[in-house]
Structures are given as C-alpha cells and as structure tokens.
C-alpha cells in the first residue's frame, strides 16, 4: 500500500524559505503526476503544485515564481523549494498522486510568522 510522509516544515519569518519533502513508499511515484496541497486553518484543501513525470510543472498563481516543484524518481521523493514565504503560506502541507489518490499523510505544518 502506498503511503506519503511529508516533512522539512516548520516556523520561519516572513522572506524565509524551507524545502519540504514528500517520501513514497510501498510504491515506486514513477509514471504519476504528483502534487502538492495545503490547508490553513479554518479553509478547504488548495491545490499548490504539479510535476508530471515528464518534469512538466504547474503552480497556483499565489506562489508562482516562489515555490519550486522537483522530484526525484530514483528517490521516490517529491520537494518543494518554498522561498519568499508570507504568514498567508501558513498551513498544513500535504503530497499525494494527482489521479488515483491514496490516503492523506499527516502532512507537514508551516507557520510563517515574525
């Protein structure tokens, strides 16, 4: 059964940035579109970040030009390079596949905040 673990989350000030990690195991990501996701307190989950496995990468405009999406397939892992962090960036970050869905993480927790 394939499982995501997502973390590198944490507290940082406004203007900093973090790296998350998203790690499969159970099953090889190859072949998936992978995705990040986050939810703040008291909203729905948002949809962050795409990557194909062709390295195609798409981003919501809030993050555009801040967040990087990669992956490393022999590594079964999926980053996200979070620079330029506002306190609206506060939230519960999540991975999973952008079809075929598996269970949620526990996500990671971001707090941006001086």
């Known amino acids: 059964q394939v499982q995501f673990v997502e973390s590198g989350g944490g507290l940082v000030q406004p203007g900093g940035s973090l790296r998350l990690s998203c790690a499969a195991s159970g099953s090889s990501f190859n072949g998936y579109t992978m995705t990040w996701y986050r939810q703040a307190p008291g909203k729905q989950r948002e949809w962050v970040a795409n990557?194909?496995?062709?390295?195609?990468?798409a981003y919501v405009g809030s993050v555009k030009g801040r967040f990087t999406i990669s992956r490393d397939n022999a590594k079964n892992t999926v980053y996200l390079q979070m620079n330029s962090l506002r306190p609206e960036d506060t939230a519960v970050y999540y991975c999973n596949r952008l079809v075929n869905r598996v269970s949620w993480g526990q996500g990671t927790q971001v707090t941006v905040s001086s």
């Open positions: 990557i194909a496995p062709n390295d195609n990468t």
